[in-house]
Nanobody, 128 residues
Framework: QVQLLEFGGGLVQPGGSLRLSCTAS????????IGWFRQAPGKAREGVAC????????YYAESVEGRFSISRDNAKNTVHLQMNSLKPEDTGVYYC?????????????????????WGQGTQVTVSS
């Protein structure tokens, strides 16, 4: 059974940092492009970062460029999203997703329809 699980969310003050992790069971994350998405209350889910299946090419949305970093830890079958200099507008539920059909493109904004396996999400709240 294929499952994705995110963890690492929480409450942090503005300017703080969090590291989200996405682990998988049933398949190897390194074989696929992985995306991180977020959904703020009352807003549509949006892609914030992704890493390609080959060459580990990373893409970041303009709103998180320079503050977020996506990386793989293949030994642990995990993808991390390091989030620094967090802002209140980064608040939301963060989801990781896997593109197992090869629909996504390196260095392009991750689109929801390109990803076919999703985790249940982890809440990130940035507030003083």
């Amino acid at each position: 059974q294929v499952q994705l699980l995110e963890f690492g969310g929480g409450l942090v003050q503005p300017g703080g940092s969090l590291r989200l992790s996405c682990t998988a069971s049933g398949f190897t994350l390194d074989d696929y492009a992985i995306g991180w998405f977020r959904q703020a209350p009352g807003k549509a889910r949006e892609g914030v970062a992704c890493i390609s299946s080959s060459d580990d090419i990373a893409y970041y949305a303009e709103s998180v460029e320079g503050r977020f970093s996506i990386s793989r830890d293949n030994a642990k079958n995990t993808v991390h999203l390091q989030m620094n200099s967090l802002k209140p507008e980064d608040t939301g539920v963060y989801y990781c997703a896997a593109d197992t059909d090869g629909d996504s493109w390196p260095n392009q904004p991750p689109q929801l329809y390109e990803y076919d396996y999703w985790g249940q999400g982890t809440q990130v709240t940035v507030s003083s």
